[in-house]
């Protein structure tokens, strides 16, 4: 797998009702401002390529739920779906990811 295009850089993801700004300036890890009560979270992170352009990345926010992504960075959208561990309940979000640094 070639490395992950987007490590040392942050970037916005936008879905519209919800946004966070995604920090991947350290390899293997992802940071971003929790919404509820503006903490930083920073949790391992699997990034597979897909294709060219095409990753997934999984990653779980300190025990609370697990998230799979899927970032077209061709067409700068991402689709998420979200597994919340407490009440087995998923959700799914659509949105646009764009480069904040630089």
Known sequence: MNDFPLT??????????????????????????????????????????????????????????SMVAIEDLAANTVNTTMFVHHDSSMMNFTGKISRVDG
């Open 8 to 65: 040392g850089q942050i970037w916005r993801i936008d879905y519209g009702e919800i946004a966070f700004e995604h920090d991947y300036r350290v390899p293997g890890k992802l940071s971003f401002v929790l919404p509820t009560d503006g903490s930083t979270m920073t949790v391992d992170l699997a990034v597979t390529e897909l294709r060219e352009d095409l990753y997934l990345l999984r990653f779980e926010d300190g025990g609370y739920a």
